[in-house]
């Protein structure tokens, strides 16, 4: 699901040997690689939600989920239920379950407004021989930032504003810090969990991806300026 007014974020992170995630360590026996060797490689996801600062299992709601830092790998998913994924379908029945999980809200503006931020993390593990490698690709669907004099929330939809435009915010900190090659001081990533999760797919060898997502009005809006 995706808000007018939303933003589409994907990241990637990648280990060189033997990384562990959140979800334990996965030899891959049975699954195929890209050249067709049996058991080279191992693909997992897993689907979570930050909702007022905790992040919540959309695969799996009863489990408890934290954030830990591994070594070699950074911020990673603890408590957290992995899905193998064999196939394109596998996956997307996957997503579609943690979606209808994902915790909305009627606004004055939005039927269905998005309370929280999405995060799909798929793990790809491959071995040959002696060699391991470990590769992450976040996917994450954050809620649009709110203001709430034209939502005209209250109560629990106010804090679930609050704390997305927070966690925005904190999020924008970040990219500027980072943009400033060290001039604007460490980026603050532990200062929400959307940000310290998604520290991993920032700098070294990681590629990140913002994808905007722009209403009609907006552009017209934007063209008459």
Not at 39 to 58: K, T
Request: include cysteine; charged fraction near 25%; aromatic fraction near 4%.
């Amino acid at each position: 699901a995706h808000d007018g007014g939303g933003a589409h974020d994907g990241g990637g992170a990648h280990d060189g040997g033997g990384a562990h995630d959140g979800g334990g360590d996965h030899d891959g026996d049975g699954a195929h690689g890209a050249r067709g060797e049996p058991g080279a490689w191992a693909v997992q996801l897993a689907f979570v939600q930050i909702y007022m600062e905790g992040v919540h299992d959309l695969l799996a709601p009863g489990n408890t989920v934290e954030i830990r830092e591994t070594p070699g790998e950074g911020a990673s998913l603890a408590g957290c239920e992995w899905v193998d994924v064999a196939s394109c379908d596998n996956a997307l029945n996957a997503l579609r379950a943690g979606e209808r999980r994902r915790v909305t809200a009627a606004t004055s503006l939005n039927d269905a407004s998005s309370r929280s931020h999405t995060v799909l993390v798929l793990s790809v593990r491959g071995r040959r021989g002696a060699c391991s490698t470990h590769g992450r690709l976040f996917l994450v669907d954050l809620a649009g930032c709110e203001r709430v004099k034209r939502s005209e929330v209250t109560g629990v939809a106010f804090d679930e504003a609050v704390a997305i435009n927070t966690s925005l915010t904190c999020l924008g900190r970040c990219v500027a810090a980072l943009a400033a090659h060290g001039r604007q001081g460490r980026p603050p990533f532990r200062e929400s969990k959307l940000t310290r999760l998604l520290s991993a797919a920032f700098g070294g060898r990681s590629k990140t991806i913002l994808v905007v997502s722009a209403p009609r009005a907006a552009r017209r809006s934007a063209a008459r300026r």
